[in-house]
């Protein structure tokens, strides 16, 4: 049986559409994915991701332990900021991809995909060289608020100063009575705050922050519109874009691989692979014959399969059919054509910038 | 959920309107909601042949893709073609806007194995238990 999140029972009434994901219970939709789509680009959309797994690490060794499981350099990142980056194997493969939250240099909140609770949570304690690491997934429900109007509606429910969090900052405040870290990151693209909070008090803050943003339109938003916004963003998304099979640099992430930060975990086959070249590279591209691209449709050149497209949907917010596809590094560059195989007929395809979609200043 | 009289159903949630030797065929409301929002669509041509139980088109919603079924044998008279640039028009009317192809139907008798509305709507209801 799948697991379930402290807010399932609000979500049922709610009169979502529950599906399983990464072994969860979790609402896909409530009034529909476009409609959540919107309301997250241009009002505020409430999501459930108390899924999502926490590891945390504690003690004198922690960051120096963690700083050689993490691709990204945690030196830069300051006491209360929050810092995106991969867990690799010592082949560089993706562990999976997280965010970590560091409270201090000797607490450091390590956020990771629902799919992975248990794995990362057992590479990490195993790779850790001792330092206090413990799975906290249980500990934590997590409530994202995201779009436009996000950061006045919770304004309206603490006494924090948010024009003080910048983005990828956190904090903790209470938030209508209940205690949260308060971060301003996010899966969407907008303006917006993650909030971890004690499972036990995650209806009461789900139902004051929807009450709070009636106003203005806030809705409760599913897996589904989670999905297209993070998509129309260009955000990989682990078990999809990438896995243990892929590197971060293959998956266009080496902008948080910071190869010169000293040693850690992946880092040597890492620059092996720099130096080599990549021989293929995750990219996104638009089709510019009708269709849709989806998860493991082939992707075509001169009629043969060169790559697998990972990801794809027509973006609700412009209207045309958008993915990433693996492809040989050759033909990755922007402007660069190929074709992708739907249901074997083969639809032109043109790589293209990410991201497909930028934030309405 | 509404399950129109005047219809002809079957397990794979099309809808038929029969009148002579021609249907009209589309998908039921209980299908539209299913799937979600309908971004995509494909269809046959005016003069394609559609088999009884064979796949005569695609639907894709934002999360899915279905192929539909063809509720009966013959050759299709006439298309909705406005439906491919409006998609969603099958949320919003999977009954009459929303209609997909027209088949002049070469064998009367696959008519007898439709389901009547109290029928499909029995299905649907078991369907979800």
Redesign the interface.
Known sequence: MALRTPLYDVHVRSGA?IVEFAGWDMP??YA???DEHEAVRTRAGLFDVSHMGEVVFRGPRALESLQRLFTNDLSKCADGQAMYGCLCRDTGGIVDDVVVYRRGAADLLVCVNAANRAKDFEWLRDHAGGADVRNESDEWAQLALQGPAAPGVLQKLTSVRLSSVGTYRFTTGDVSGVPCLIARTGYTGEDGFELFCPPDRAAALWDALLEAGKAEGAAPAGL?AR??LRLEMAYRLYGSDMDDGTTPLEAGLGWVVKLDKGDFVGREALVRQKEAGLQRKLVGFTLTD???A?HGYRALRDGQPVGTVTSG??S?SLGIPIGLAYLPAALGAEGSTFAVEI?GRAAAARVVKTPFYSRKK | MNFPEDLKYTREHEWCRVKGNRAIVGITDHAQDALGDIVYLELPEVGDTVKKGEAFGVVESTKAVSDLFAPLSGKVVEVNDPLADAPETINEDPYEEGWMIQVEFSDPSEVKDLLDPAAYRKFVEEEAE
């Open positions: 559409r896909v939709q529909g994915i476009l589904g999905d297209s009708p269709g849709i989806r949907t027509k609700p249901r």
